[in-house]
């Protein structure tokens, strides 16, 4: 096991965090509050390897959570989920499936009670060696959220590779027939949506409607709730804004849509992201930031695999630790906050 550093205490903001300024204008802190969830990023490999993915997967990534970090982490939580009160684990990748110790995993979160959601980009379900994936899921009664940029298959494609679109709405037929997303199943299936283009998404609800309606009427396929995401400005979504000359367009856009409202309910106020080697960060765009909890609002200078494996690690934290203790922000955090809101479980207001 990696030899940890110690990481600063989080100081005051950098002044060149123009989210903290804003904060600090609307005379608003970010802390967290409470610990419901914990996510965690079981690798980078993908079996795709999508144009606005933030952390960059693909097949040819090797970063998985080995299972003793996986041991560690369900020790800390028999120490201290109780006092925590962590009801959720969310499990994010990559495609969290292609960790090999992803079932031994979901076996051992379900037995100890907790809610597991799988965040599956869907056609994994289709690849050679995971057919019988969905009914592991069902049976396990593991809750899926499920990327589907949109209903149309050229914005799909554009986005997701070619062939995707055709490959998820065979994935989602599978989903419905193990009873994922059927009334009474209790087998929850929603679906996530992030614009194609530059823009922030449209409102949740309308376009919730509208995927009900076109996706039951082309393919018979229905879903429990969309959620709508915004793309966060980092990674290959930011590679592509700077390559096309959008970059300083779309931070405007997103700085001039901020909602102070929704500071309240960003995610980082109730869940940590765990990455592949143990290492804790406030949410899941400050991991791929190479911002670890506590490092103030300097992103760390450091490559991804040195931050990862040189910052604390969750066995090493104790609740009071991550209680309370303040946020570390970035211009980026506007993502969260414009117009409805963005967070992983869809838009805040
Ligand atoms: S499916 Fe998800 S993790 Fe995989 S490349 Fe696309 S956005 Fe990234
Ligand atoms: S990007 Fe992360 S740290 Fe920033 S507001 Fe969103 S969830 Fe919180």
Redesign the pocket.
Known sequence: MAQTISLPIAGPQAPCDPFAQRLAEDGQT?TRRSLDTLQLNLGKMCNLACHHCHVEAGPSRTEIMPWDVISRILAWLDRHRQTLGVSVVDLTGGAPEMNPHFRRLVQELRLRGLHVLDRCNLTILLEPGYEDLCEFLASHRVEIVASLPCYLEQNVDQQRGRGVFHSSIEALRRLNAAGYGRPDSGLRLDLVYNPVGFGLPPAQQALEADYKRQLGARFGIVFNRLWTITNMPIQRFEHQLRRQGRYEAYMQKLMAAHNPANVDA???RSLVSVGWQGAVY??D??QMLQMPLGAGSAPFDADEHTTERYSKKLWELTPAELIGRR???AA??F???AGAGS?CTGALS
């Open positions: 970010l960003v995610m980082c406030d949410c765009f400050n946020i570390s922000t980026h955090c993502g969260c906050t967070s």
